[in-house]
């Protein structure tokens, strides 16, 4: 795990394998959740900031990076399971959560039917559909993306040069896709099935049980501003913010504006 602040690195250990999570600071617990077909390196830009806050625990959610991969497809249920356990053998019994897309979607399942765990929670680029709407997304937009079919029983994400990549997401650093490339190759199987279960799950009845107070927070650019003022309105009080100039991810391309919005609202500063 890439940080400016040095921290130490741990697993935990449960029935479906290990998972790992990187802690560092001191303060208040803060949980970070990165996006699926990602890992918690994610972070490795903003949570120095944190880290003088708070006590941050950054997880590899299971199946990615340092996390063992399960021996069956997970439900959003069995992921927030996962970060439930991970709290519970490290002694957190309240914390924060700062959460990316399908890592959002996990927080918003652990805050609805979790409310005693949550603190405060912040959103970023927080997808946000019914299962209705999932089964379309499901079947217009992310299967059609999983072209290899010969490499696994499933259809998955084909893995991809630099210069094809590039040519796709001029805004993509070599960094990026050289760590994106290394987890690809050996969770993209996990992905197509953990995509599949987010286009299952619920987040719109999820996030009307949300008490904690929330803040949601998306790139200019991105593409789930077009559900962000139903996600306002479904979570009672939240804030909406965006971060101008930004494309996505904003914790990526505006890490100073990014960190200072979250820690403003989490150590309720505005």
Known sequence: MVSATKGTEHYVSRPDGKVYYYKVGQGEPLTLLHNMDWSGWI??????DFAQHFTCYNLDLPGYDHSDIPPRK???EDYTKAVLDVLDQTGVKRTNIVAFH?????????AARHPERVNRLVLSGLPFWNKEKGKILWERYFLPSFTDRTSFDIPV??????EETH??????????????????????????????????????????KIKAPTLIL????????????????AIKGSILKVIEGSTGPAHEEKPDEFARL?????????
Request: hydrophobic share 40%; net charge positive.
């Open 43 to 48: 972070w490795r830009k903003v949570i120095g």
């Open 74 to 76: 997970y439900s959003v």
């Open 102 to 110: 399908g890592g959002a979607f996990l927080a918003v399942d652990l």
């Open 157 to 162: 994400e084909p893995l991809s040069s630099w």
């Open 167 to 208: 040519q796709k997401e001029p805004n993509l650093t070599h960094e990026r896709w050289q760590k994106k490339e290394e987890i690809k190759k050996r969770s993209r199987r996990w992905t197509a099935l953990s995509f599949q279960a987010l286009c299952e799950h619920d987040a719109e009845a999820a996030a009307l």
């Open 218 to 233: 998306n790139g200019e650019g991105e593409q789930v501003r077009r559900t962000e003022e139903k996600a306002k309105a």
């Open 262 to 270: 979250v820690l403003d609202f989490l150590l309720a500063r505005a």
